[in-house]
Nanobody
Framework: QVQVVESGGGLVQPGGSLRLSCKAS????????MGWSRQAPGKQRELVAS???????NYADSITGRFTIPRDNAKNTVYLQMNSLEPEDTAVYYC???????????????WGQGTQVTVSS
């Protein structure tokens, strides 16, 4: 019915940049908040950033000033632009999208499969 697919992960050097993409598709009537979380081995999942349908953003303290979360409503896509990357940013990054499915009353949160980001020399 609905699919959320992430792309753009990979290996990058400290101080480098990476841009993640997350596209929602399927029987979608509307999309509200979109966001990104990350999880490193042995650590709990951390909310990184989110953006509402009106463009209001929220960022974790650990990445404020380095990451941005733009969205393209026409493409049902949210991005995570990561700059000044640090080894501590190494994690699996997961996208989430609040979607109103065609014919439904309430929004539901859908998650992507995750994409690995490794920051290392």
């Amino acid at each position: 019915q609905v699919q959320v697919v992430e792309s753009g992960g990979g290996l990058v050097q400290p101080g480098g940049s990476l841009r993640l993409s997350c596209k929602a598709s399927g029987s979608i009537y509307g999309i509200n908040t979109m966001g990104w979380s990350r999880q490193a081995p042995g650590k709990q999942r951390e909310l990184v950033a989110s953006i509402t349908s009106s463009g209001s953003t929220n960022y974790a303290d650990s990445i404020t000033g380095r990451f941005t979360i733009p969205r393209d409503n026409a493409k049902n896509t949210v991005y995570l632009q990561m700059n000044s990357l640090e080894p501590e940013d190494t994690a699996v990054y997961y996208c989430h999208v609040d979607i109103l499915i065609v014919g439904a009353i309430n929004y539901r949160k859908f998650w992507g499969q995750g994409t690995q980001v490794t920051v290392s020399s």
